[in-house]
């Protein structure tokens, strides 16, 4: 749609931080007050809005969008949303082992196996580790302090938390970068570990570089919303 305003401002309001349009409160799809947790995330999103050319692109405002998300959905149904995150717990990828080669299989361990040690330490729970893709059940009590884990997490650090938990198909990594500010360029890697170790072997074409590269795009996007939401 065209711009319509000029003038991009925060102001206080609901106990946060809401964007104004020329002195026009913004609202999320549902009608609901954009109204951000913190300043770090409101400055976020009022620079999305303030750096719209002639026409406004919902596509290039990843932070008002995900703040949306979190208004609108999660925080309104969010038992359940943070159920369906914490059931990547059931079959998180560092998990599942490669079976071969010794160089692949050295890499996931010295990548993932500190990032399972990490949970394991800060929730008190125990993994099941399988080599293949076949389903290896986890303990129960596992899965229960997992999801009571992600459960207690804030609507809108939960938003972000999806994304990553999606993007990297693991709850460990986007709980150690969430909860135990773990470096967001080596959780990606880890994360990232079989993918570049085909691309190793059999080379990589452009469509699975723009692939990866708005991936990582996303994933970058989600962890810097989740850090905001909590400063």
Request: with cysteine; hydrophobic share 50%; charged share 20%.
């Amino acid at each position: 749609m065209k711009r319509f305003y000029t003038d991009v401002t925060i102001v206080n309001a609901d106990g946060g931080f809401a964007i104004q349009l020329d002195g026009r409160p913004v609202r999320t799809p549902a009608r609901a007050l954009l109204a951000l947790p913190t300043r770090a995330l409101a400055d976020a999103v009022a620079q999305e809005w303030r750096a719209q050319g002639e026409t406004v692109e919902p596509a290039s405002m990843p932070m008002t969008g995900l703040a949306n998300a979190a208004i609108d959905h999660v925080s309104a149904n969010k038992a359940d949303f943070a159920a369906g995150v914490a059931r990547y717990a059931q079959s998180d990828l560092l998990c599942y082992r490669a079976d071969g080669p010794d160089t692949l299989v050295a890499r996931q361990a010295a990548a993932w196996d500190p990032l399972l040690d990490w949970a394991r330490t800060r929730y008190d729970v125990a993994f099941a580790v399988t080599q293949g893709i076949i389903p290896v059940p986890q303990p129960d009590e596992t899965l229960a302090r997992l999801e009571a884990a992600v459960l207690a997490i804030d609507p809108f650090t939960l938003t972000g938390l999806s994304t990553l938990v999606t993007l990297s198909g693991s709850l460990v990594c986007g709980l150690a970068l969430v909860e135990g500010g773990q470096d967001r360029d080596r959780i990606w890697q880890a994360a990232e570990i079989d993918e570049a170790w085909q691309i190793e072997q059999w080379g990589e074409d452009a469509e699975a570089t723009a692939r990866s590269a708005a991936r990582t795009a996303d994933f970058a996007t989600a962890a810097t919303f989740c850090a905001l939401a909590r400063v």
